[in-house]
């Protein structure tokens, strides 16, 4: 079965700093898609960035990168320049073959100002 | 475009009363989720559906939860007697394609007392 792992339950960044979320998955599938879902207190999911299985290039979005390493299973998020906005919880989500997806614990992350 | 809607967002009922929450998705999106996500945890898939079809409804706990998407278009999630331990939030979800992130809804926080 696949599992997401989120080895940080919480992380602190001073605000225009960076800082990078960790991700690991399990899974013996090749073709996937992988998320990062931000969560503020409102509740409301929001996509951040995705990445394909069978693209190596790593997925951008302004501030938002990732490090995708297939071969370790790894997807870590990095966000550049942070600001106070960029304060919630943080989901990696693993979309399987058969279109479940299953997302890890989340990361806390609080901005600093 | 409107976005995913839910209502209630806010829900105290007692033990062992009904209760059902409402989900509108995304015009056009076939695809609809519900998530249940307990406090400091990820979401977790309840039901997915394909239009008005439940193709995964394999971790809905179907003594007590049901859901139906009439017309493929909103649903609805009902408990039937509710426990303390359904406390959580219910998240709905939809998309149309596999290769693209869920865009969900603000969730509905359900209160056992």
């Known amino acids: 079965a696949q599992t997401v792992t989120q080895s940080q339950p919480e992380m602190s960044v001073q605000e225009a700093e960076t800082v990078t979320l960790s991700c690991t998955y399990d899974?013996?599938?090749?073709?996937?898609?992988l998320f990062w879902y931000k969560q503020p207190p409102s509740r409301q999911m929001i996509l951040v960035i995705r990445?394909?299985?069978?693209?190596?290039q790593n997925a951008t979005e302004n501030r938002f990168s990732v490090n995708f390493q297939k071969a370790a299973k790894s997807f870590s998020l990095k966000i550049s320049d942070s600001q106070l906005g960029d304060a919630a919880m943080y989901f990696c989500?693993?979309?399987?073959?058969?279109?479940?997806?299953?997302f890890g614990p989340g990361t806390s992350l609080s901005v600093i100002p | 475009e409107a976005g995913v809607v839910q209502s209630p967002r806010y829900k105290i009922i007692e033990k062992k009363q009904p209760v059902a929450f409402w989900c509108n998705p995304i015009?056009?999106?076939?695809?609809l989720y519900w998530y249940l996500q307990n406090l400091g945890q990820g979401p977790e898939l309840l039901i997915r559906?394909?239009?008005?079809?439940?193709?995964?409804d394999s971790q809905l706990p179907k003594d007590r939860f049901s859901a139906e998407r009439l017309k493929g278009v909103d649903s609805t999630l009902k408990i039937q007697p509710a426990e303390l331990g359904d406390s959580a939030v219910y998240l709905c979800?939809?998309?149309?394609?596999?290769?693209?992130?869920?865009?969900f809804g603000s969730g509905t926080r359900l209160t056992v007392v």
């Open positions: 979800a939809s998309s149309s394609d596999r290769g693209q992130g869920y865009t």
């Open positions: 989500a693993y979309k399987t073959s058969y279109d479940k997806v299953i």
């Open positions: 559906y394909e239009n008005e079809e439940a193709v995964d």
């Open positions: 015009s056009g999106h076939n695809t």
């Open positions: 990445q394909e299985a069978y693209k190596q």
């Open positions: 899974t013996s599938e090749s073709d996937y898609y």
